[in-house]
Nanobody, 117 residues
Framework: QVQLVESGGGLVQPGGSLRLSCAAS????????MGWYRQAPGKQRELVAT???????DYADSVRGRFTISRDSAKKTVYLQMNSLKPEDTAIYYC???????????WGQGTQVTVSS
C-alpha cells in the first residue's frame, strides 16, 4: 500500500505565492509519474503539472510560467511552487503518484488553495 500526504495549502491574496508538498510512503519500488491535479467547485478534476516517466514535465496552459513542479526523488516527494496566483486558481489540489510495475495510481487527500482578497 502507498500513502500520500499533502501539505501547504491555504488562503492567499491575488498575486501571492504558495508551495505545496506531497510525500509518498509505503511499498514503492519505482515511480513512473508524479504530479498535481486540481478540482474547482462544479468542475472536473484537471491536470496542473506532472513529471512523466522519462523525467519530462507537462503543465496546463493556464499555469505555465507561473507554477513550477519539482521533486526530491530520495524523499519520494513532489512539490508545486505556485506564483502570481489568481482567483481562478482556487481549487482543491491533489497529488498523484503512479508507481511500480503495475502502474497503479494513488491520490493524496487534497489540500485547499483559496486565492481571494
Amino acid at each position: 500500500q502507498v500513502q500520500l500526504v499533502e501539505s501547504g495549502g491555504g488562503l492567499v491574496q491575488p498575486g501571492g505565492s504558495l508551495r505545496l508538498s506531497c510525500a509518498a510512503s509505503g511499498t514503492i519500488f519505482s515511480i513512473n509519474r508524479m504530479g498535481w491535479y486540481r478540482q474547482a467547485p462544479g468542475k472536473q478534476r484537471e491536470l496542473v503539472a506532472t513529471f512523466n516517466s522519462g523525467g519530462s514535465t507537462d503543465y496546463a496552459d493556464s499555469v505555465r510560467g507561473r507554477f513550477t513542479i519539482s521533486r526530491d526523488s530520495a524523499k519520494k516527494t513532489v512539490y508545486l511552487q505556485m506564483n502570481s496566483l489568481k482567483p481562478e486558481d482556487t481549487a482543491i489540489y491533489y497529488c498523484n503518484f503512479n508507481v511500480n510495475s503495475n502502474w497503479r495510481h494513488y491520490w493524496g487527500q487534497g489540500t485547499q488553495v483559496t486565492v481571494s482578497s
